[in-house]
């Protein structure tokens, strides 16, 4: 009897600590977002991502590089939807370096659509040298890269349901964050308050405001839509063949169904067969 009371107490101390950890974890935890690509069935919204791409070239790429995207990808299937052409007239309103001509130097032409975005600095320490100190991170795979600690069971549910938009979810959050600073909270130097950042202090200035960037669509023009649509378009950048993968798990999933049923009713032919 006395070990069973050990054993509750230990139990006990076990759950009370786990609901402690989860409530600490979810107190700033990036709110979670309904995303077209969520789920196994999930893929993208196209003109969610043409939008996103908007909201990226007027605002994120003044600082933000994406250096892994080629203009050749805005024009590839489950992607944003482009148009070869339309990915070549991208291509060119970007500068892009390039060289070194007969003088041997490098020399600024407009890009093609089989150049890779350009950064916006010419190196880190141009870009630091231009932001007071701070390295814009390269947006690449930020959608992949960034996630969230839940702590237990939270992390269990996420496997079992395969919950993988913790990095849009925190993009998302980031741009939405901006807020007063808690009384009594001094922030250090250059830096701004935003409740989902990990210290609380950003050196990012908040780059959006509702009614910034124009839609042609009818979709609202606030802070959050652009939130929702940039953080879906970097996840797009981040794995843009996502919707391939799933649609061939999808199929080999089904195969194999198809294959468990034929083994079954074969197996039970040959028994019936051995019975006779």
């Known amino acids: 009897m006395k070990s069973h009371r050990i054993l509750f107490a230990f139990a006990l101390a076990a759950s009370l600590s786990a609901a402690a950890i989860q409530a600490a974890s979810a107190e700033d935890a990036p709110p979670r977002q309904k995303w077209s690509f969520a789920g196994p069935f999930g893929i993208y919204d196209q003109a969610q991502l043409q939008r996103g791409f908007k909201i990226y070239k007027e605002v994120c790429s003044t600082c933000h590089s994406i250096k892994l995207l080629a203009f050749r990808n805005l024009a590839d299937p489950g992607g944003p939807g482009f148009t070869e052409a339309q990915a070549a007239a991208i ?79 925190y993009i998302h959050a980031i741009l939405n964050g901006y807020t007063d600073p808690p009384a009594g909270e001094t922030l250090p130097p250059g830096t701004q308050y935003n409740k989902y950042f990990p210290t609380g202090a950003i050196g990012m200035p908040k780059p959006l405001a509702d009614g910034q960037v124009q839609y042609t669509d009818g979709t609202p023009m606030t802070v959050d839509q652009y939130g929702r649509d940039v953080a879906a378009f970097l996840m797009w950048a981040a794995e843009p063949s996502l919707d391939t993968r799933k649609q061939l798990g999808f199929q080999v999933m089904i195969f194999l169904i198809v294959l468990t049923g034929l083994l079954y009713f074969s197996k039970k032919k040959v028994w019936r067969d051995i019975a006779h």
């Open 91 to 169: 291509a060119s309103s970007f500068q892009v370096t390039d060289g070194p001509n007969d003088q041997g130097q490098m020399f600024q032409r407009p890009g093609t659509i089989a150049d890779h975005f350009p950064p916006p600095f010419p190196n880190d320490q141009a870009a630091r040298a231009a932001l007071g100190g701070k390295l814009p991170p390269d947006m690449s795979v930020l959608a992949k890269a960034r996630s969230h600690e839940w702590g237990f069971p939270q992390f269990i549910f996420d496997a079992f349901i395969d919950y993988q938009e913790d990095g849009p979810d």
